[in-house]
């Protein structure tokens, strides 16, 4: 759906150059919610706009549905950004008309009947939980009423994409959390494919289905939200899944367990969906005649999905505790034993 093939960016300030974007390869599936995370400065906020070149990217191939942007006369271009909606932090509504013109701009702009505007805007509004805002203007709504009424507007010309651009940044974290919703809700009701840049690592747990990290304007990391969570590589990744999962042992138990000399084996064990119900714990005491202690948990839903991880010290005969740990395996867990500094 979205391609962007070894994508830069570079800008020019006076004789700086800044390598905003570095050969960044994306592939967005028609449907998904694709996550883009990255801190300030990260070149994000760039990539994005080059999805619907409103940054031209200085090289790279950017394709939508198969569609070569590059080359592409106005008319065209401008064919291609109707099925791709926005939405910006800052909302970017017109402040000098009220809640309907805004909605209805892009309609009007096509010279669309009026009958049929009226008909559509009020079906957004609904939609977005606004019938009653019609007739006021944008300084008379709350931040999160401002972002519906700017999501309202980018569904206007019935888009194919919708692309966030730190959408919920402005907002408090319940408002944030009905927006996630709302784009959650035109996701599956529209089946209109989304890809969001954030800073925040809950919005990706919430609401993507991939997600890729940049650093330094490049691409460091990408995967399905529930892979980079559950088994991070870069730096960068764990640093921002520990702001929504925390998985180490606190430095409280860590001192106690350095002064505890008796043998035995820490592991952490991690846990998808189902396995979160299996009695893992009582299996190891009885068939395996383990003491296992639970030293740390924690558990989270990654979208609709339950993701856990669990760290316990066992203890028993050495070989006893190499055929648990073969045991945890086969149950599809993901173990790890860990050294007490870890
Ligand atoms: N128009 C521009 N001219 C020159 N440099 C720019 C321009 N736009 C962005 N940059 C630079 O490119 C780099 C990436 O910026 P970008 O805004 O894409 O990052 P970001 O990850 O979105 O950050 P933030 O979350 O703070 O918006 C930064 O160093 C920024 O200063």
Not at 197 to 211: F, G, S
Not at 307 to 329: H, P
Request: charged residues 25%.
């Amino acid at each position: 759906m979205i391609q962007l093939e070894q994508i830069s960016k570079r800008y020019y300030q006076g004789k700086r150059e800044i390598d905003a974007v570095k050969n960044v390869t994306l592939d967005v599936q028609k449907g998904e919610i694709f996550g883009i995370i990255g801190y300030s400065g990260a070149g994000k906020s760039t990539l994005i706009r080059c999805v619907n070149f409103l940054e031209q990217p200085t090289s790279g191939s950017v394709r939508i549905n198969g569609i070569e942007l590059e080359g592409l006369k106005r008319a065209e271009l401008r064919a291609v950004r109707r099925r791709i909606g926005m939405i910006f932090q800052n909302f970017n509504l017109l402040s000098s008309i009220n809640v309907f013109d805004n909605v209805a701009a892009p309609l009007q702009l096509v010279k669309t009947p009026k009958e049929a505007i009226t008909k559509k805007v009020r079906e957004l509004l609904d939609l977005v939980g606004l019938t009653d805002k019609e007739e006021s203007f944008p300084h008379q709504l709350s931040g999160g009423q401002k972002q519906r009424v700017a999501i309202a507007r980018a569904l206007a010309s019935d888009p194919e994409i919708l692309l966030c651009d730190e959408a919920t940044s402005a907002l408090d974290p319940q408002t944030t959390e009905s927006i996630l919703d709302l784009l959650l809700e035109i996701n599956r009701k529209y089946k209109i494919t989304i890809m969001l840049i954030t800073h925040e690592m809950h919005v990706i747990k919430k609401i993507c289905d991939r997600v890729a990290v940049m650093e330094n304007g490049e691409v460091v990391e990408q995967g399905t939200v529930m892979d980079i969570i559950s088994a991070p590589q870069q730096p960068i990744t764990k640093n921002f899944i520990k702001s929504i999962f925390d998985v180490t042992l606190p430095s409280v138990l860590l001192n106690k367990l350095e002064n505890d000399k008796r043998p035995g084996k820490i592991l952490r064990i991690s846990f998808v969906g189902e396995n979160a119900a299996d009695p893992i714990l009582a299996d190891l005491a009885t068939q395996f005649t383990l003491r296992p202690t639970i030293l740390y948990g924690n558990i989270t839903q990654i979208k609709e999905t339950i993701f856990g991880c669990l760290i316990i010290g066992v203890t028993g005969e050495a070989s006893a505790i190499e055929a648990g740990i073969d045991y945890l395996t086969q149950q599809q867990l993901r173990i790890e034993v860990i050294e007490h500094a870890e």
